[in-house]
């Protein structure tokens, strides 16, 4: 389905709309806000909303698809980063448990 619009609203009232993957609250503040952000095709139906808060962490993969040789090591905390709200690197707190055995050949997602 492809979207037309973007509905943002801020604690539960809107405050604007946009076509683009962007949107700046020009009158956000210091406090905690909850953001949500719903999609709208152009038959005017609209999908699942998506909430963020606007003081919680993130964390982003920074490869979808790795591919190692036999033997070859594997540190999963390479192909993440955390961020606080105000953008300070929390990478280093990040806890990640995988059971990617670089020994065995096969094929695996995670």
Known sequence: ????????LKDGKV???TSSNTYIDENAT???AQYAVIP??????SANKV????KMPSISIQ??????????????????KGLT??????????KIE????????KETTQ
């Not at 389905?1 to 943002?8: H, K, P, Q």
């Not at 790795?66 to 192909?79: H, P, R």
């Not at 709200?85 to 990040?94: F, H, K, L, V």
Request: hydrophobic share 35%; aromatic share 12%.
């Open 30 to 32: 210091d406090d905690n």
């Open 40 to 45: 709208y095709a152009k038959d005017l139906t």
């Open 63 to 80: 490869q979808e698809k790795i591919t190692l040789k036999v033997g070859e090591k594997f540190d999963a905390k390479a192909y993440v």
């Open 98 to 105: 995988n059971n990617v055995n670089p020994n065995k050949k």
């Open 85 to 94: 709200y105000t953008g300070e690197d929390i990478t280093s707190n990040i």
């Open 51 to 54: 909430e963020i808060n606007s």
């Open 1 to 8: 389905m492809i979207y037309l619009v973007y509905e943002i």
């Open 15 to 17: 405050i604007g709309f």
